[in-house]
């Protein structure tokens, strides 16, 4: 760790009042937004996170450090709403964008990522992240108040709309318009907090529960962006490991069923229409976007995505399960 990083964090400590004797400093991956030390002292153990303007991806792509605030608003939010399913946010520094929270600790609840990444796709689990996604959106919809708490607008664009669906427009000139009309139409709908980058790198499978990490996007806005999100990933792990392909549909199909089941803001169809809408163009963008998926690197794996993706986009007449036929047709065995 950098001398100056080392006493940004002390001094943060200090200031919070959670400096102790013997305080080590442990640097964790912070994947490409941020800076993360496992705190631990006599009678203390924590995280310190702290969001960097450049993210670590090979284009360009800068963020504002606002996100970081962002961050604690929608875990103090959270806590309110689902208490089981976030970590507790213990102190922040606007100043230094810092803030620390409750540590977890991975023997006891493991990155669901790395779960699947060894073909543990338990469905309880993904249906336990649709409810409490469904949750959080039901407590928040239509409020004024969250919505002028989290008007951040730009901060998603930058994010996640013109990484994600705008810088892959550049790249497919024949549906740069469909790419751009799913990034205006996330933008221009209002309906309820969302966390932004429901990810399995984001999750931790917790003995009671998963545990939602990482709200460094959230924003008020389109709640169909965080299952579309979550979707994405889960069928793009069927590249990563073929193997267990089969489990992960059946871990989107109880993710996907649980959120409709239980949200009450709006129709199920409504959503599942817009989920449908969003989900192809995050494919995509998943391979020719600023933030490609760092495991699929074959490049006919990615010739094969793009054509699924591509041949969805085309077909406005896309639902969930025309996705789950196509996408499976190709990659499930």
Known sequence: MADSAHDDVLSFLQRAGLGAEDIVLQSLSGGVSADIWHVTSRDRDFVVKRAVPQLRVAQEWKAPLSRNRSEV??????????????????????????????????????????????????????????????RMHNATAFSDVIARRFATDDAFLSLRVDPYLYATASRHADLADTLQAIGRDILATKRALVHGDLSPKNILVGPQCPILLDAECAWYGEPAFDIAFCLNHLYLKCVWVPEAARRFIVCADALTEAYLDTITFEPATDSAHRIARILPGLMLARIDGKSPVEYITDETDKARVRRVSRNLLRNAARTLTTIKTEFASEFVA
Request: aromatic residues 10%; negative net charge.
């Open 73 to 134: 608003d929608w875990l103090n939010e959270a806590r309110h709403i689902v208490p089981e399913a976030v970590p507790k946010v213990l102190a922040c520094d606007d100043k230094l964008n810092m803030f620390a929270m409750s540590y977890y600790p991975p023997d006891l609840y493991p990155l669901w990522k790395r779960e699947l990444r060894e073909g543990r796709a338990d469905p309880t689990v993904a249906r336990s992240i649709g409810a409490i996604a469904a």
